[in-house]
């Protein structure tokens, strides 16, 4: 699918199952700011960054959900944290030890050599749009091995470098102008930037099961 395309039908089905998106975006946005709150006195704590990824893969469940059969329920939020929490963790960790791993890297060479920091902020950058076709792929196929995913997504990337980025740049300016309200974590862009990133990485469902 398209970026419009994706975009357009995120923000359909945002619209459509807004008060639900509403409750479990607020629930993931709470533990990330429990997070947030903890690391703002120790450095340490940004390794709890791990924990908030079963309830992004729970959020990324209930996009996939919405994505391949157009209804929702609040239970879907439960049942993607119990059927994902394993590779939650391990998306999280993966993400965690990858922004830890560029911070250290950027912090250590920008007055050393900046060339290497400019990489660094480079790979940090390419990995953020890589997120977008491998959140909804490893919870969509969660019988599949994660290493087969990884690969996958990784050629799915480089087959649409353009788009993806594109698409990326789109969701960055969407969740900026979210965050600049006065209760961001009321706000439902994270859950519209999943769905938005299920139609774009996902193939559409059967036109009877979207009917259904």
């Known amino acids: 699918m398209t970026v419009g395309a994706a975009l357009k039908a995120a923000l359909r089905q945002t619209y459509a199952q807004s008060w639900r998106l509403v409750v479990l ?15 703002s006195y120790t450095t340490t704590a940004l390794l709890l960054f791990v924990a908030v990824g079963p309830f992004a893969a729970a959020l990324m469940h209930c996009a996939v959900t919405v994505q391949q059969t157009d209804e929702l329920h609040l239970t879907d939020g439960l049942a993607g944290l119990r ?17 830890i791993l560029v911070v250290i890297s950027i912090s250590f060479y920008a007055h050393r050599a900046w060339p290497v920091a400019i990489i660094a902020l480079y790979i940090a950058l390419l990995f953020g749009v890589w997120q977008i076709h ?11 091995r994660l290493a087969e995913i990884l690969r996958e997504t990784g050629r799915a990337l480089l087959r649409r470098p353009f ?22 974590v009321l706000t439902i862009t994270v859950a519209f930037s999943a769905l938005a990133a299920a139609h774009f990485a996902l193939p559409p469902p059967p036109p009877e099961e979207a009917q259904t």
Request: aromatic share 8%; no cysteine.
């Open 25 to 39: 975006n607020f629930a993931l946005a709470t533990v990330a700011f429990v997070v947030l709150y903890i690391a």
């Open 83 to 99: 059927l994902h929490w394993r590779r939650g963790l391990a998306l999280g960790a993966l993400a965690t030890g990858v922004v």
């Open 134 to 144: 491998l959140w909804p792929v490893a919870v969509a196929r969660r019988g599949d």
């Open 163 to 184: 788009a993806s980025t594109a698409l990326a740049l789109a969701l960055l300016l969407v969740n900026a102008v979210g965050a600049i309200g006065i209760l961001p």
